[in-house]
């Protein structure tokens, strides 16, 4: 394997036909793809569903009719 000890010391090579990209330009190509939009929103349809159905169970740890669940149950 090569050790890089013939280049490491050079210059950093610099395009004289196009000129060095922005931070916000750079930092637009990393911006998350328009393929995942919605995403948000579907994770905080889901956190609704999960507490709805966590409020319609009663005492948490309960199950719905107010039985036990069976780990709770064995540590008993």
Known sequence: ?????????LP?????KHPQMGRLERAAQFA??????GYEELIAEYTRAIE?????AGKPGEAPGGAMRETERDAE
């Open 1 to 9: 394997m090569k050790d890089y000890s013939d280049i490491i010391a």
């Open 12 to 16: 950093r090579p610099v395009s004289k």
């Open 32 to 37: 998350p793809f328009a393929a995942l939009g």
């Open 52 to 56: 709805k159905q966590e409020r319609s």
